[in-house]
């Protein structure tokens, strides 16, 4: 069984809900010492680049819990303590240091190598059914574009299936020991509204069976078909082939995964940096048109975006400006994300910190007014989550309508719009004081369109894709 699954979640729950200063409600404040070690860390150079006087300061106790918390509640604590341990620098801190930080990183490893035994177990059990889902997220960038297991740590196995065939794959999960848990109301209500059922093992394994990537009722929508029939088959040595998505289709959804974090996890960039930097080292192209048109279709034009801009900036990721401009972000919106400062905004977890801050984030993620009224209204209902109804009553929580509670959700909204106006204000601040001309602009310079010929490089690790897979198999 997975023994340090929770192990993990342990580490994120101490470190968000460990008492922090206060920070300003607009995230304008530099970004610690241990965040600034963190993202040293993630980025593809770490080895060379992280300098040994960043380090020694790992041998203060109270520096060093405090990188521990943040690289716990950024989501990459597997991945900075392989890439610490690789750091040239790094030999230099004295060995008990060195054991005392990397600690970690041994049941982290012990548990991704279950995960992944697990993962072959389930595919070969789906396969005697005739079905070869798509595997999504952690259990596929863990195969295609992380080296060591414990770079990429996942509490569960997401796959995707064509919608026909999900009967099949809960029959061949029901045999293989996996069972849901949920009410016949709330399984109906999945199939109505949802997107995917959380099942789970008496040994602690948990799998999402997936026939679409977002509820029905957000504005973000997805074309399940498209991933399908896109996903390819990654080859293995000795061992039948993983069915992944399309690289286009990796970012697409890791970019609606940031979203759903609240853009306050560097967990997804690193994920979509490593997606663009194997494809741009592969040698082949990546097609940037054809993602600009998929965000477009499911609205997530914003938060892709947003996405591949933050990954650009702090990661240096190879995406080209022009791959950010062709997804014709609206100006309002683009104006309204750079005054929340978003790699403060996401170095600094300010969306854990302030609840109208994520909330002013969220209202310019939506794509258009009519998304943005209603996602107003789930909130004054209770949630901005269409699906909120079954998980409260799966919680044993009451979502309380009475007038006085619906009362204080409107006024949640008052503060948003009252957030804006201190945005405003700070930027006007800026402006009066001259230290917004010393900020470079978020957002690459808005230049004529230009055609290209360039597609999306495919991702692989040194071994060429095959054929697409049928997606009715």
């Given at each position: 069984?997975?023994?340090s699954?929770g192990?993990?979640r342990d580490?994120v729950?101490?470190?968000?809900?460990?008492?922090?200063?206060?920070?300003?409600l607009?995230?304008?404040s530099n970004?610690?010492?241990?965040e600034?070690?963190l993202?040293?860390?993630v980025?593809?150079?770490?080895?060379t680049?992280v300098?040994?006087?960043?380090?020694?300061?790992?041998?203060?106790?109270?520096?060093?819990s405090?990188?521990h918390?943040?690289?716990a509640?950024?989501?990459?604590?597997?991945?900075?303590?392989?890439?610490?341990?690789?750091?040239?620098?790094?030999?230099?801190?004295?060995?008990?240091?060195?054991?005392?930080?990397?600690?970690?990183?041994?049941?982290?490893?012990?548990?991704?190598?279950?995960?992944?035994?697990?993962?072959?177990?389930?595919?070969?059990a789906?396969?005697?059914?005739?079905?070869?889902p798509?595997?999504?997220k952690?259990g596929?960038?863990?195969?295609?574009?992380?080296?060591?297991?414990?770079?990429?740590l996942s509490?569960?196995l997401?796959?995707?299936?064509?919608?026909h065939?999900?009967?099949?794959?809960?029959?061949?999960?029901?045999?293989?020991?996996?069972?849901?848990?949920?009410?016949?109301?709330?399984?109906?209500?999945h199939?109505?509204?949802?997107?995917?059922?959380?099942?789970?093992?008496?040994?602690?394994?948990?799998?999402?069976?997936?026939?679409?990537?977002?509820?029905r009722?957000?504005?973000?929508?997805f074309d399940?078909?498209?991933?399908?029939?896109?996903?390819?088959?990654?080859?293995?040595?000795?061992?039948?082939?993983?069915?992944v998505?399309?690289?286009?289709?990796?970012?697409?959804?890791?970019?609606?995964?940031v979203?759903?974090?609240?853009?306050?996890?560097?967990?997804?960039?690193?994920?979509i940096?490593?997606?663009?930097?194997i494809?741009e080292?592969?040698?082949h192209?990546?097609d940037w048109?054809?993602?600009?048109r998929?965000?477009?279709?499911g609205?997530h034009?914003?938060?892709?975006?947003?996405?591949?801009?933050?990954?650009?900036?702090?990661?240096?990721?190879?995406?080209p400006?022009e791959?950010?401009?062709?997804?014709?972000?609206?100006?309002?919106v683009?104006?309204?994300i750079?005054?929340?400062?978003?790699?403060?905004?996401i170095?600094?977890q300010?969306?854990?910190?302030?609840?109208?801050a994520?909330?002013a984030?969220?209202?310019?993620?939506?794509?258009?007014?009519?998304?943005?009224?209603?996602?107003?209204?789930?909130?004054?209902?209770?949630?901005?989550?269409?699906?909120?109804?079954v998980?409260?009553?799966?919680?044993?929580?009451?979502?309380?309508?009475?007038?006085?509670?619906?009362?204080?959700?409107?006024?949640?909204?008052?503060k948003?719009?009252?957030?804006?106006?201190?945005?405003?204000?700070?930027?006007l601040?800026?402006?009066?004081?001259?230290?917004?001309?010393?900020?470079?602009s978020?957002?690459?310079?808005?230049?004529?369109?230009?055609?290209?010929?360039?597609?999306?490089k495919?991702?692989?690790?040194?071994?060429p894709?095959?054929?697409?897979?049928?997606t009715?198999s």
């Amino acid at each position: 069984m997975p023994s340090s699954n929770g192990s993990e979640r342990d580490l994120v729950r101490r470190a968000t809900s460990r008492r922090e200063p206060r920070r300003p409600l607009v995230a304008r404040s530099n970004p610690s010492e241990p965040e600034e070690l963190l993202l040293s860390l993630v980025r593809r150079d770490a080895a060379t680049a992280v300098s040994s006087d960043r380090l020694s300061r790992l041998t203060d106790t109270g520096f060093r819990s405090a990188f521990h918390s943040v690289m716990a509640g950024h989501g990459v604590i597997g991945l900075a303590l392989t890439a610490l341990r690789r750091c040239e620098a790094f030999g230099g801190v004295d060995h008990e240091t060195r054991e005392r930080v990397t600690a970690p990183l041994r049941p982290f490893a012990f548990q991704a190598a279950l995960w992944d035994a697990e993962r072959d177990r389930l595919l070969d059990a789906l396969r005697t059914h005739s079905l070869v889902p798509v595997v999504l997220k952690g259990g596929a960038l863990r195969l295609t574009v992380y080296s060591e297991p414990a770079e990429r740590l996942s509490g569960d196995l997401d796959l995707l299936v064509p919608a026909h065939r999900v009967r099949d794959g809960l029959e061949a999960l029901a045999a293989a020991g996996y069972v849901d848990h949920w009410t016949d109301y709330a399984r109906k209500e999945h199939v109505r509204h949802g997107y995917h059922l959380s099942l789970s093992h008496r040994n602690g394994f948990e799998v999402e069976l997936h026939w679409d990537l977002a509820p029905r009722g957000e504005g973000f929508r997805f074309d399940p078909a498209a991933f399908l029939n896109r996903s390819v088959l990654y080859p293995r040595e000795g061992a039948p082939p993983v069915r992944v998505p399309s690289p286009e289709h990796m970012v697409l959804h890791l970019a609606d995964q940031v979203r759903e974090d609240s853009f306050s996890k560097l967990k997804r960039l690193v994920d979509i940096d490593r997606v663009v930097a194997i494809a741009e080292d592969s040698g082949h192209d990546m097609d940037w048109g054809y993602l600009a048109r998929q965000a477009r279709q499911g609205g997530h034009q914003a938060v892709v975006g947003l996405a591949l801009q933050l990954s650009r900036r702090l990661l240096d990721t190879p995406v080209p400006a022009e791959a950010v401009r062709s997804l014709e972000v609206d100006p309002l919106v683009r104006t309204h994300i750079s005054m929340l400062r978003p790699e403060a905004f996401i170095l600094t977890q300010q969306a854990f910190r302030s609840t109208v801050a994520r909330r002013a984030l969220h209202l310019w993620l939506q794509p258009g007014w009519g998304t943005r009224v209603r996602w107003a209204r789930r909130i004054i209902g209770g949630s901005a989550n269409p699906m909120a109804h079954v998980y409260s009553a799966r919680r044993g929580v009451v979502i309380s309508q009475t007038i006085l509670a619906r009362t204080r959700r409107v006024f949640s909204l008052v503060k948003v719009g009252a957030y804006h106006g201190l945005l405003h204000l700070a930027t006007l601040r800026g402006v009066t004081s001259g230290t917004s001309a010393k900020r470079s602009s978020f957002w690459p310079d808005r230049q004529p369109r230009v055609r290209t010929t360039s597609n999306f490089k495919r991702l692989t690790k040194g071994i060429p894709w095959t054929s697409p897979a049928n997606t009715t198999s």
